[in-house]
């Protein structure tokens, strides 16, 4: 990623710098200790020496220190590339959720997350603008509140046979209404999130605007099936009728109709 070979670049310039400063001192503590001794050729004649600070001490506390400030180095470096990693990845994690949010926000689809009581849990930008909302308005709110009343009770039945029977992907076409009371239709598809225990916890839509199309096959529709002079049913669509209720009578022995000329 991008911004985390930034930040650890800069970072590993630091530590380089660090390491150079840290060896020019270990030398110098070095050449200190070496003309504070003088350089006696045995630890034996060091020892012996009497006069001023002893010697062998200091040449030794020279060589501990020496070795503590190198491992002092060590074990910075080592917590410093941890959280060098560690700043990287955060950066670009956070770079990453900001590219998604915008995605979500402004894909030319209108996104729901719905919990399992029916409520709203978010929206992105589109679906609040394209149905005219502020997407605070509609959070927290039941998701019928989007959609048509002639077809909120077989939605909502719907989506509860969703969660209890944990279908996990769906299609349908449905009419959502828009706070100023137009109507649209939409096809909506549907991804079930379950968690590591197996539950239904939330149900994400995805919604796109199919209402020209839908006007388009009413007007065909009504071309095919009515009289193009007087508007009244043609034919066509007394055989559509009339095989719709032979099927129908198939599948329920019990249901009766008549046909009168």
């Not at 995605?103 to 849990?121: R, S």
């Not at 199309?213 to 669509?237: C, I, M, S, V, Y």
Request: hydrophobic letters at 45%; proline letters at 2%.
């Amino acid at each position: 990623h991008a911004s985390a070979e930034k930040i650890v670049s800069s970072e590993s310039l630091g530590k380089v710098g660090s390491a150079v400063f840290a060896g020019v001192a270990i030398d110098a503590l070095h050449y200190l200790g070496m003309m504070a001794v003088n350089y006696y050729p045995s630890i034996k004649m060091l020892s012996q020496s009497s006069t001023g600070i002893d010697r062998f001490v200091l040449a030794i506390s020279t060589a501990t220190a020496g070795l503590s400030i190198l491992l002092l180095a060590s074990v910075g470096s080592y917590f410093g590339q941890r959280l060098s990693a560690k700043i990287a990845n955060a950066e670009a994690l956070r770079e990453s959720e900001e590219r998604y949010q915008k995605l979500f926000d402004f894909a030319p689809d209108a996104y729901f997350a719905i919990a399992a009581d029916g409520t709203l849990k978010s929206v992105n930008n589109y679906a609040a603008e394209y149905l005219g909302y502020d997407k605070d308005e509609l959070i927290g709110q039941p998701a019928l509140v989007t959609i048509y009343e002639g077809d909120r009770d077989w939605m909502q039945e719907w989506m509860a046979s969703i969660f209890r029977e944990k279908i996990t992907s769906s299609e349908v076409e449905l009419r959502k209404v828009r706070k100023n009371g137009s109507v649209l239709w939409v096809r909506e598809r549907n991804q079930l999130v379950i968690d590591n225990e197996g539950e239904a916890i939330e149900l994400h839509a995805i919604c796109r605007d199919i209402t020209e199309r839908k006007q388009a096959e009413e007007e065909l529709l009504q071309t095919a099936f009515h009289d193009a002079l007087t508007g009244l049913p043609n034919r066509a669509l007394f055989l559509n009728r009339l095989e719709q209720a032979i099927q129908h009578a198939k599948r329920y022995p019990k249901y009766l109709f008549a046909v009168l000329f």
